[in-house]
Structures are given as C-alpha cells and as structure tokens.
C-alpha cells in the first residue's frame, strides 16, 4: 500500500443554486503527479480551492484528511503553513517588484529589529532559483521576464515556503512548448526531491506524459482514476471519461434550410495583445452560411473569444491579419461600427464586463448599438426608444416590471435576454453568440435556444461559441474545433459526438504540424 | 427655473434624487428660519449674479464626470479666459464682443488640447487637467503680466451684473420678469403634457393625473414666487437667462442625444461602450471640448461679476463645481448623474455659502461645512449603494 499524502473523502461544495462538487474523492500518493482533468466548469478550480482553504472548512461537507491526521483550514495561510501551496492559472506576482521581493511577499526577510534583510531576501531568493533552474538576477523586476520564467518565479515562491503538495492550475496554458518541457522537466525533478504534485491540465498529452495517475471529474463528481502506466488507449479513456453522458432531449426541434455561404473569415491571425510574439490565433479559416448555426468548441484558453472578439471591431489582440467577406465581398471590420453597418453582431460571453451598462435601465441598454435607428439629426426619439425596448422585452420574454427598471438588478438570464435584445434590434445578419448560456438557468437555456432557432428560420446566420459540447451538439448544423489558436477540424453535427470532437480540442500543435490542415470528418 | 422642475419630476424614481431635492428644501428653510432676509427680493438677486458661475462650471463637471473623468483645470482656465478678454477689452480697447469671442476661442482651444490627451493618447483626464490647473494658472500670470486688469465697464460689465427690466413698464414690480417667467412656466408645462401624453400613447406608466396636476401647480408656484420676488427687485438678471439657455441646452444633451447617450454608456461600462459601436475617442475629445467652452463663460461672467481679470481668479472653482456635481447624484465611477442634479447640488452649496454669510459665519467655519456637507452627500450615495445590490 502506497503512502497516502492526501486524501478528500465525500467533498461536496454548493453555491446558491448549484452544486458544484457532490461527493468527490480524491486521494494523491506521497511522491507522485496527479493530474486531474474534467471539462470547464466540471468543479476541478473549485475543489483545489476547497483543498488550499480558499472556500474555509465549514463551507463545505466532508473530510480532507493531510499527513494522516484531518486538517480544517480557515484559510489560505493555514494550509500554506502545513506546505500545501496552489498556483493559479493567473499567476499572482506584481509586475513591478523584482523576483526576490516577488518570492518572499507576506512571507518577508526580517532581521532582528524588524527590517527587511535586503542581503538575505536576494541571497535565498538565489538559491530558489538555482534550484528551479531559472538563471535570473533576483533583483530583475518580474515585468522582465517572460511567461515561462513568471511560472518559474511562482514555482520558486512556492518552495520559499517549504511546500510539500504543489497545485498547478493549467501551469503550461500560457506557455510555448520549450518553456512547458522546461517546467514539466522540473515538476518530475522536485518529484523526485519528493515534492508531490497536483496539476490540473486540459493537454492530454502532456497529461499522459507527466502524470503517474490521473482524476477525472465530470459534472462536480469523480468519474475515476486511472493509473497512467503508459497502456494504450489511456486518453480515450479520459476524454470518454469528460464528457460521457448523454445527451438529453433538451433543445428545441429545428428544420435547417440552408442557403448560400453568408460569413466568411480567411486566414485569420491574431498576436496577444501584450505579450509579442504570442500568437493566439494562427491563420484560422472559417465560414457560415444562411440559416445555419455554426459552433465553435474549444477549450478554455483555445482562442474562441479571442477570434471573435478580434473579427468584430479589433476589440482584441494586435497586428490583427486576415480577411471577412460577407456574400463573397471583402468588408472592413477594423471598427465595431463597421461591423454593425454591415450586419455583424457579437454577445459577448462576458456580459456584465462586456455586454451591459448595469447601472442604466433596460430600455438604454437595448437600444445602446442600435441609436442610429432612433435618431435623427442626433436627437433621439425617447418614446420610440420605449416602444423599441417593449417589442423586445415582450418578444424575448425578459422578466422585469418595466423597461425603466436597471439591467443590474435582472438574473443572469434576463441580463442575457437583453444583451441579445441589443444586437437584435441592429438587424444583424450574422450573429456571433460567445457562450449565450453561461451561468443561466435551465428554463432561460432553452430560450435562448429558441431565439437561435428563430434567428436561422429567418435566413440568418449564426456562430455559437461553447465550452458545453453538448449545447454544441444540441443547436448546431456544423462545429469547427479550436485548439491552441488553430482550427483544428470541422465536423457535420451528425457524424460529431462529444468523444470526437473533445480529441480535436485536444490536439496539440506539435502532434499535427505534418497535416497543418484542418481535419474534416465526412 | 427648469431645473427645479426637472428635479421634481426626477423625484418620484430616484431616491437619491429627490433625498437631495428635501435636502435643499430643508437648507433653504433653515435659512429663511434663521434669517429673513434669506428669501427677500434682494438676497435672492444676489444669490443669481454670486454664483451662476459655479453652476455654469457644474453643467460641464457634469458631463466629465458621467463619462467618467474629472477636471481639475477649470479654475485655472476661468481665470485664463477672463485674462484674455480683460487684455483684449481693457487694454486693447477692443468692443465687449471681441473679448467675448477671444475668452470663448481659447476655452475651446484648452478644451482641444485636454481632449487631446485625454482621448488620443490615452492619460487619465486627472493627470492632464492636473497640468492644466497648473499651466493655465501660469499663463493667466503671463497674460496679466502679474498684475490686475479692471474696469471693463460697459456693455461686458453688464453680462453678469445687467437686468432686462422695464421694458413693459413697472407698477413697483417689473412685467417683463413676470412674462418671461410665466412664458418659461407654460412652456415647461406644455413639454411635461406632450410627454406623458407620448408614454401614454406607448402604454407606459405614468403618474395619475391629479398628481400630474398637482406636481405642475407645485412647481408652478415656485418658480412664479421665485420670479414675483426678483420683479420686486431689480428685474430679471440676463445671467440667469443664460444660465436658463444653458441648463435647457444641456438637459436636452444629456438626455435626448446620441452623444449624451454615448456619454452616459461610457461611464457607466467602457467595454461595453466600445463593443456596442461607441467611438470612445470621439466622445471623450468632445466632452472635455464642451468643458473647456462652459470653462470659459464662466470665466467671462466671473471677469464681468468682479469688474476686471485677476491672477488668482477662479482659485478652488474646480473644487466647488465637483463638489456641486457628487451632491448633485453624481457617481464617483461615472455613468451616473443629471444636469439637474449638477444644478441643484450648485444651489445648495451657493445657498449654504450666502445664508452663512447672511448670517456672519467666518469663512473658515463655512468652509468646514461645506466638506461635510459633501461628505455626507457621498457617503449617503456609498451606502444606499452598497445596501441595493453587491453587483455594483
């Protein structure tokens, strides 16, 4: 019998409204890497923060049993202070101050009357680094250094405070493939120093190469673990284990008639919008046609909204290249004026950042990409203004006493009626929906799926975006798969299921840079 | 005039709005409590030609603030524009027109140049108008020559301290106040019925009709006491009929135009401004324009007010316009806030200032005052807020 570090027995963890763990089990082996994989949203962020004591002991039910005896922390200090350390995927240095002061923050060289021990700070931040291999001078401001160094910086800090369980949340996400190597090299040699490991991961190969066993956790619940023993077949079964469920009668029943190619996006390619050289969406080529309903699957971190977010007025990214035509026609889209003027609108999947005023009244926020229709001369015709924010609240349904009532005071999926309401009413012909049904009830879901309906029974054309694949499968005539900025295969809906596309969402730059081309499934 | 009104009809929605329409009542009736002199013929005419410029300044804050910035630069700039005319007027001898024109023409230029910054290259409105307080405090010194300029006299004297009156003929009273004022009160009338007559139309709630009714003769009797009382006295001030235009012309900005929906879209969330097809740059350029040009009226009237341009005019202005402003209904975040507001947050701070004065408090204890008053205005905004929801 191995030796257990840690164990979490029956983890269950509710928020209002939903559950996100039910009775999940986790145990980790002292001197191992455990990967634990899921989709977005399955609970896998959450259940690290009800390990490192971000979600205190007490709001949760069940037992995490540490070291053999069980621990209740109150607080990230309290697990830090047994050597439980977690690294999040937004790594948490500040830009400004040098690696060392980075290291040591809330955890300060001190000498005996109370000050900070400059020698000492930069002298055991040195020998951090040598030990994580990084060859940086300490007093280097962390804004210097690239991604990879950053996750180094982290790993440095992680061990300035004796760490025993090391939790990365997608360590290698925002790294190019020397870097994760480099970090991957390192976990297994602080393995081997006997540091255990816990990495949260949606690359499967590096899942497969790295990690002694690996957790699967679906829907809030441990599906299983799987030794990783190097046999055949082992991510199959991992994806299977993601994404197996069924898929319900839950969408609304729609006859496609699809028409003539509407959108078409050439070649596009998008460079992060700080970091040069990162290209976060490389030459992606995608179209859509009337009346039918594309999707995009990608997992978190792919590049979905980036892309559309980047086609629909620069909103993101630099040195933006490609093309759009609209019925074969090149159009500017460098403005997102000119993206409503040609009939383009995009939901963005952040609606309360992105999409709504929400200090301002329903009526302002419907109207606010469509003034041009209710004004002449600048001045805009209030009374039409109301009448337009009537048609849509009782077309679309909202639920709220009045169109003078504040979009902030709305749930999730009446906020979402009104974003949808707004690039309505600009009589869009192609509609960009970026995760239309993120964090709404299941009532407003199938809503909002009729509305997609409607849209292409009018002859228009729709892109949904969705880290569900189900919803994919559900709505769509035809996916496009993303994996680390490229598009890695277009799939019918019919031949589509969710093992399949979740390999192509997978796929790796490396393993597919012989056959660059996007994979089509006929 | 309209301003009252407006408030009054803000009053049945917004808590916060109306909380400062009692606010004000409350005050004044302090006042004319503790001295009855507050709301004689005189004092009231005082209380127009004092401190119009500070609600002229307020208009502008106002707009800034909604979308989200501030200026600090506008004390600076009263004092720069009303040094330009001074220096055009006094010594050039040029006509009251031209001196007009030349403060108005730099007030746009400063407000270009801010804009500038501000929109084009992106610093935080506060950086820049921080410069700006100083640079134009130095120019002011600069065109002076570091010395006062007066009189003015004449036609610009009259700006801020001239009446239009007897000009129908007076009986003790002046007819001409009375028939602009009751000329305004029907118009306002007229425009409240056409519009409740257009929610109606569109199957919009809308008061009851006594309520209508009663909320009109209410605000009615206000404004015509309000007018009876400076017929009394020396007429109708022409600065208040600029103050009036203003107020109507900026009402309607903010509330019936593209742009002041622009404004209020910026401030209240920059991203989903941008992704709904705002030109932010466009916006934030004009808005700090606009402030430049209500910087330089007010810095016309304040030169005309004191007769001359001084260096250090215009000292704290800024100050008492953002003060106006945040006790007004403004949101320290933006996206929030009215011209009424803007205007009634002025009057309480003009009224605050001249009862005390009636009443001989020392100007440090004034002062005093008038931060807590501030302080309690915002803090009340804070936790209203906080109580209402924890999205915001």
């Known amino acids: ?522 | 005039m309209n301003a009252v009104a407006s408030v009054w009809e803000l009053a049945q929605r917004n808590v916060r709005q109306s909380g400062i329409v009692v606010a004000f009542v409350v005050i004044c009736g302090l006042f004319t409590f503790l001295n009855s002199n507050f709301l004689s013929p005189g004092n009231l005419t005082n209380l127009v030609l004092q401190y119009s410029y500070i609600l002229i300044l307020a208009i502008g804050m106002m707009i800034v603030i909604i979308g989200g910035h501030i200026d600090l630069s506008v004390g600076s700039l009263v004092a720069l524009t009303g040094a330009v005319a001074a220096v055009v007027v006094i010594r050039h001898g040029q006509p009251w027109w031209v001196g007009v024109l030349a403060a108005l023409g730099v007030g746009l230029l400063v407000g270009a140049w801010q804009g500038f910054w501000v929109a084009v290259v992106g610093i935080p409105a506060f950086i820049v108008t921080l410069a700006g307080m100083l640079m134009f405090r130095g120019l002011t010194y600069q065109v002076l020559n570091n010395v006062s300029l007066s009189p003015f006299g004449g036609t610009y004297y009259q700006i801020n301290n001239g009446f239009l009156n007897g000009l129908l003929g007076g009986q003790g009273f002046d007819v001409f106040t009375l028939v602009v004022f009751g000329i305004g009160v029907a118009g306002y009338a007229f425009s409240q019925w056409r519009r409740r007559q257009g929610r109606i139309a569109y199957n919009q709630v809308v008061e009851s009709l006594p309520l209508f009714v009663v909320r009109l003769v209410l605000v009615a009797a206000v404004v015509m006491a309000f007018g009876w009382q400076l017929s009394q006295s020396r007429g109708l001030p022409v600065v208040l009929v600029i103050l009036a235009v203003l107020v109507l012309v900026y009402a309607v900005l903010t509330q019936s135009t593209v742009f002041g929906r622009h404004v209020y879209a910026i401030g209240g969330n920059l991203n989903a401004a941008r992704l709904s097809g705002v030109r932010v740059r466009f916006v934030n350029f004009w808005i700090m324009v606009n402030m430049g040009l209500l910087a330089a009226v007010a810095g016309v009237i304040y030169s005309s007010r004191t007769n001359g341009a001084q260096p250090g005019a215009g000292n704290m202005f800024e100050l008492d316009a953002i003060a106006a402003c945040f006790i007004g209904g403004a949101a320290v975040s933006g996206g929030v806030g009215r011209i009424t507001g803007a205007i009634v947050g002025g009057l309480i701070m003009a009224v605050m200032s001249n009862g005390m004065q009636l009443m001989g408090v020392p100007t440090s204890t004034q002062q005093v005052v008038k931060g807590l008053v501030l302080l309690v205005a915002v803090g009340f905004d804070v936790y209203s807020k906080r109580r209402g929801s924890a999205t915001v």
């Not at chain 1, 439980?84 to 500040?94: F, K, N, R, S």
């Not at chain 1, 809503?447 to 729709?462: P, T």
Request: glycine share 10%; charged share 25%.
């Open chain 1, 1 to 522: 019998m191995a030796d257990t570090i840690l164990e979490m027995r029956g983890i269950t963890k509710k928020f209002p409204g939903v559950t996100a763990l039910e009775d999940v089990n986790l145990t980790v082996t002292r001197g191992e890497i455990h990967a634990i994989c899921g989709e977005n949203g399955a609970g896998k962020s959450t259940l690290m923060k009800v390990l490192s004591g971000v979600y205190p002991h007490g709001s949760f039910e069940g037992e995490i049993v540490y070291d053999g005896s069980p621990v209740a922390f109150g607080s990230i200090n309290d697990s830090e202070r047994l050597g439980i350390v977690i690294i999040h995927q937004e790594l948490a240095l500040i830009r400004y101050l040098s690696v060392s002061e980075n290291i040591f923050l809330g955890n300060e060289r001190r000498d005996r009357a109370g000050f900070l021990d400059w020698n000492r700070t930069n002298h055991e931040a040195a020998e951090l680094l040598a030990q994580v291999g990084l060859d940086e001078n300490p007093t280097t401001p962390v804004g210097h250094l690239g991604v990879g160094k950053q996750q180094l910086v982290e790993i440095a800090k992680a061990l300035s405070k004796n760490v025993r369980l090391l939790i990365l949340d997608e360590p290698t996400s925002a790294l190019n493939d020397t870097d994760s190597e480099h970090l991957l090299d390192l976990l297994r040699r602080l393995r081997d120093e006997g540091i255990t490991s816990i990495i949260i991961s949606h690359k499967l190969n590096e899942v497969a190469s790295i990690a002694d066993r690996t957790t699967i956790i679906r829907d809030g619940r441990t599906v299983e673990t799987i030794e990783m023993d190097g046999s055949p077949g082992l991510q199959e079964r991992i994806i299977r284990g993601m994404v197996g469920r069924d898929l319900e009668t839950f969408y609304p029943e729609r006859e496609s008639t699809i028409g003539e190619e509407v959108f078409r996006v050439e070649d596009w390619t998008v460079m992060h919008p700080t970091q040069p050289g990162r290209v976060v969406v490389d030459h992606a080529t995608l179209s859509v046609r009337a009346g039918e309903v594309v999707g995009i699957a990608g997992l978190m971190g792919a590049g979905r909204t980036e892309l559309a977010m980047s086609i629909f007025g620069r909103s993101y990214g630099r040195h933006v290249g490609g093309q759009v035509y609209l019925h074969g026609v090149p159009v500017d889209t460098s403005t997102v004026a000119d993206c409503i003027r040609h009939g383009i609108a995009y939901v963005t999947e952040d609606r309360k950042g992105y999409g709504l005023n929400l200090i301002d009244d329903i009526r302002h926020n419907i109207s606010a990409a469509g003034l041009s229709r209710l004004s002449r001369g600048g001045l805009v015709d209030a009374n039409a203004e109301i009448a337009v924010a009537e048609t849509f609240r009782s077309d679309l349904g909202i639920k709220a006493p009045s169109v003078l009532s504040l979009v902030g005071q709305l749930s999730g999926g009446n906020q979402q009626k009104v974003v949808l309401g707004k690039w309505l009413y600009t009589e869009p012909e192609v509609l960009i929906l970026d995760e239309p049904t993120r964090g709404i009830d299941v009532g407003a879901k199938y809503e909002i799926y009729g509305l997609i309906n409607r849209m292409v029974a009018a002859g228009k054309a729709v892109v949904v975006i969705s880290s569900e694949l189900q919803e994919l499968l559900g709505t769509c005539d035809r996916i496009y798969t993303v994996a680390f900025g490229r598009v890695t295969g277009e799939v019918p809906t019919a031949e589509a299921t969710q093992e399949n596309l979740m390999r192509l969402m997978t796929l790796e730059r490396n393993v597919t840079d012989e056959t660059l081309q996007p994979e089509v499934v006929r």
